[in-house]
C-alpha cells in the first residue's frame, strides 16, 4: 500500500466515523422514526469504517507479501546480472572512484559481491543483480546476511531491475542496507558518504 492510498483509506475512515457521529448525536435530539433511523445508521458508519480501513490495510499488505513471494519463486538462483552489465556499472563506479579518491574498490573474497569499497574505516560490500522479476526480499536479505558474515557491516545492492515493495521496505528498515535502482544513485550515495 502507498502512503497515498494509506492516507486515502485513512480519511475515508475518519469520514465515515464523523458521519456515524454525528447520526447518533443527531438521533439523540431526534424522536420516533427519525431517531431510530439516525441511531441505526451511525451505529452502522462508526462499526463498519474501522472494519473497510483494516481490511484496504490487510488487503495490501497480503498483496506485497504475495508479489514478493512469486518474484521470489520466479527468480529462484538466477539473480545474477549478466557480465556485461555488471562490468558496465563496475565500470562507471570505479571511474567515479578514480575522480574523487576517497573510496578504493577491493576484489570480494567471495563470488556473492561485485566490489568492496574501502574508505580507511569503513568497508562496503556491493553487489549488483538482475534477475528475470523483481527482485525480491528474500535475495536482499541473504545478501546482507552474506555480508555480515563476511564482517562487511554495509551493504549497497544495486538492483538493474524493479525491487519489489517489500525489498524496498526490508532496506529502508535495515540499518547498513541500501537499496538503488541505478548505478547513477550509487554516485549520490557516495557523494552523500564523502
Known amino acids: 500500500m502507498t502512503t497515498r492510498q494509506r492516507r486515502n483509506g485513512t480519511r475515508f475512515a475518519m469520514v465515515v466515523s464523523i458521519a456515524g457521529g454525528a447520526a447518533v448525536v443527531a438521533g439523540g435530539f431526534a ?42 519463486a520466479l527468480n529462484g538462483a538466477s539473480s545474477s546480472a549478466h557480465p556485461d552489465d555488471v562490468t558496465r556499472v563496475r565500470n562507471h563506479l570505479l571511474s567515479r572512484l578514480d575522480g574523487d579518491g576517497s573510496w578504493q ?62 525489498a524496498r521496505s526490508l532496506a529502508s528498515n535495515t540499518p547498513g542496507l541500501v537499496l538503488l535502482d541505478e548505478s547513477e544513485a550509487l554516485d549520490a550515495w557516495l557523494k552523500q558518504q564523502a
Open 105 to 166: 574498490a577491493v576484489r570480494p573474497e567471495r563470488a556473492t559481491f561485485d566490489l568492496v569499497l574501502e574508505n580507511g574505516f569503513r568497508r562496503v560490500a556491493v553487489a549488483i543483480k538482475r534477475t528475470p522479476f523483481a527482485l525480491d526480499s528474500a535475495t536482499v536479505a541473504r545478501l546482507r546476511a552474506e555480508a555480515k558474515r563476511d564482517g562487511i557491516p554495509e551493504l549497497v545492492v544495486i538492483s538493474l531491475t524493479e525491487p519489489t515493495d517489500l
Open 31 to 72: 424522536d420516533g422514526y427519525a431517531q431510530s433511523v439516525a441511531l441505526e445508521l451511525g451505529a452502522a458508519f462508526l462499526l463498519v469504517a474501522p472494519l473497510v480501513w483494516a481490511e484496504r490495510a490487510l488487503t495490501s499488505r497480503v498483496r506485497r507479501q504475495i508479489s514478493d513471494s512469486v518474484a521470489e
